[in-house]
């Protein structure tokens, strides 16, 4: 692995995302200034935080758009303030048409003309995260207390929705639009296969599952509730119902970050600095282990090349080539 | 890492709520305080440390009211004591129509945030002037009573001094507890609402059950109210835990909170605990120091049987 560049924010980093050309990766600490740099880690541009908290940011008609505490969105020459209280994340549709920002009981859904119409508002529950269907992009899993709800804009009602009564933390859903995965705090996931209309719950995670990622083929999933990441297997019939997943050990306290790259790798770190690449075949998994300084906290593999982007708890930001 | 101190601030809309916050965040007292706010009410506060956020209930377990926690609270926390630079102390706002069970429960249930935090005291804003009508008409006003470390008699200047004592009479009959100020305009020394402490086990001291005593010359209209018990003699330790484990089994959802502290044969020191319906926490409390073995408990809560508590407290007697 080779060191392309590091940089450094002011705060532990909360979230990166790349451009989807790979050229700019955005870093998002907790507080304050938010930071869009190059792939050797040179410093682009310095945007300025939202107050208290900042919130998981993203890229939209190729500009980064950062969200927050304060309850702003900040586009490139403009701000939106759709609503009231703390916006915890904004996330662009697949076909990078619309932006959505979760905010209590509202995903708010801007277009690129900048029309508001197919927000959904006055939800049941409030947004805790949201997930947009990446093979249909104008479908959109939200999920929140009680479970999670699949909706279709310009709809009233949900087309889908599957009540399990507790309290997810995060929503994935896999890139071939089969499958959707909630980590939850009780700890759990569920997993349902949405063609099959067919729920799944797996229990006997030792904490929250606060992260979970598909590969990029739909192929796996992997989840983080303990220092050891269990990878599912969601090929099939009936994907991961009664399959023996694979327990991924190495890290040294709770995995925070997992990221699969478009290759295949699945990256994950913990508050400890271990880095782990993972590479998977024929069932089996090689890994390959690094002690980084410190806690990992954020993970983002470059959309096209082995590049990893790593984020600290003490605000750093390293750039690893794979060779 | 030392532990965040957290104060939870209820109290109807109208109360004076916004007031006191308003005082916390623009006086001068040296404290970085993170204001987390659930009320949207007319008079909003706009300031940098302060954030706003929709009441969001998870139900852990379902819906057993115990197990039901504040799903925005434990997001916003976990951001925030992700910061390098942590604040002082973090004060949660609810709305006035909210049940303090689940924030204070979102303190004891989240791994991290027990973690990182402390709950340090409920802070129940009340106006004098309406609060007689407030528990007749509605169950949230009196439960944010029996859950307060500390309450603000508020609006004093709008209610004459024989009213306030009976208005203190029948809030000492929800919560005997709790340590009452009478405030006009929400003025008060402000490290008598942050400096509380009513969670903490190290500070908790001898309880005097004594003013519990029923008043036989006051018919009680609410359904809460607070049992003191005390007793001389050791307990039985594994007597006395089996009794507390089958208590808030069975009436955890009416019990708001419990405090005690007790003398267990064999153990030199004093045995501390408190409970918040069902989640308990209990500790050793230091030495006796020359003060009389003795047990004292206090429960607040809902339909509490007096005579059935002591009774059961009794044969846990050694």
């Not at chain 1, 190059?38 to 935080?49: K, N």
């Not at chain 1, 969601?234 to 994907?239: N, R």
């Not at chain 2, 004060?91 to 429960?105: C, R, Y």
Request: aromatic share 6%; with cysteine; charged share 25%.
């Amino acid at each position: 692995m080779k060191n392309l560049g590091t940089f450094a924010a002011e705060d532990h980093i909360l979230h990166l995302a790349w451009s989807p050309d790979g050229a700019r990766l955005l870093a998002t600490p907790a507080s304050g200034s938010i930071l869009v740099a190059g792939q050797e880690g040179e410093i682009l541009e310095t945007l300025p935080g939202h107050g208290m908290g900042n919130g998981e940011s993203a890229w939209f008609q190729d500009a980064p758009v950062t969200c927050g505490f304060d309850g702003k969105v900040r586009l490139v020459g403009r701000e939106w303030n759709p609503g009231r209280g703390l916006i915890e994340r904004v996330k662009t549709s697949p076909d990078g048409k619309f932006l959505a920002a979760a905010q209590g009981k509202s995903l708010h859904i801007l277009d690129q003309e900048g029309n508001e119409s197919l927000s959904l508002r006055d939800l049941e529950t409030s947004v805790v995260d949201f997930a947009w269907n990446p093979s249909r992009s104008r479908e959109v899993a939200i999920a929140g207390a009680g479970g999670a709800t699949l909706w279709r804009l310009g709809q009233k009602k949900p087309f889908a929705r599957f009540d399990w009564g507790g309290a997810s933390l995060r929503v994935g859903w896999s890139p071939d639009g089969r499958w959707l995965a909630t980590g939850d705090q009780t700890p759990s996931v569920h997993i349902y296969d949405i063609p099959r209309d067919h729920p799944l719950h797996i229990q006997g995670f030792e904490s929250k599952v606060q992260a979970l990622a598909f590969s990029s083929e739909s192929k796996q999933l992997a989840t983080a509730g303990s220092a050891v990441v269990t990878v599912w297997p969601m090929t099939g019939k009936k994907g991961p119902d009664g399959a023996t997943p694979i327990q991924i050990d190495g890290c040294e306290s709770a995995a925070q970050a997992l990221d699969f790259s478009s290759k295949g790798l699945l990256a994950i770190g913990d508050g400890a600095g271990t880095l782990l690449v993972i590479t998977f075949e024929k069932g089996q998994f090689r890994r390959k282990r690094s002690k980084l300084e410190s806690g990992i906290s954020a993970l983002a593999w470059h959309p096209s090349q082995p590049i990893l982007a790593i984020g600290h708890e003490d605000g750093q930001v390293m750039l690893l080539a794979l060779e | 890492m030392s532990r965040i101190p957290v104060t939870i601030l209820t109290g109807f809309l109208g109360a004076g709520k916004t007031t006191l916050l308003n005082r916390i965040l623009t006086e001068k007292h040296g404290l970085r305080i993170a204001v987390i706010e659930n009320e949207f009410g007319e008079v909003g506060i706009d300031h940098e440390l302060v954030v706003k956020t929709d009441e969001e209930l998870f139900e852990m377990n379902n819906g057993c009211i115990c197990c039901t926690v504040r799903g925005d609270l434990i997001r916003i926390l976990g951001n925030l004591l992700k910061r390098r630079d942590k604040f002082d102390h973090i004060l949660v706002e609810t709305t006035g129509l909210a049940d303090p069970g689940p924030v204070v429960q979102t303190f004891f249930v989240d791994e991290d945030i027990r973690e990182k935090t402390f709950v340090n005291g409920v802070v129940t804003v009340v106006d004098a002037h309406h609060i007689s009508r407030h528990m007749e008409d509605t169950h949230e006003a009196e439960e944010q009573i029996a859950f307060a470390d500390v309450i603000l008699l508020n609006k004093c200047d709008l209610v004459p001094t024989e009213k306030l004592d009976g208005l203190e009479k029948i809030l000492r009959e929800v919560n005997a507890l709790a340590t009452i100020h009478r405030t006009t305009r929400a003025e008060i020394d402000i490290a008598k609402v942050l400096e509380v402490g009513g969670f903490n086990l190290d500070r908790a001291t001898e309880l005097n059950p004594h003013f519990l005593e029923p008043d036989a010359h006051h018919h009680h209209h609410s359904d809460i109210s607070s049992v003191g018990i005390e007793a001389e003699g050791d307990c039985d330790g594994k007597k006395l835990n089996d009794w507390i484990s089958k208590l808030v089994q069975e009436q955890g959802q009416d019990i708001f909170r419990m405090k005690g502290v007790f003398a267990v044969k064999n153990q030199a020191d004093r045995v501390v605990f408190q409970g918040v319906h069902m989640l308990i926490d209990a500790a050793s409390g230091g030495p006796w120091a020359g003060r009389p073995r003795k047990n004292s408990l206090v429960f607040i809560g809902r339909k509490l049987d007096r005579e059935a508590l002591n009774k059961g407290f009794r044969a846990c007697l050694a």
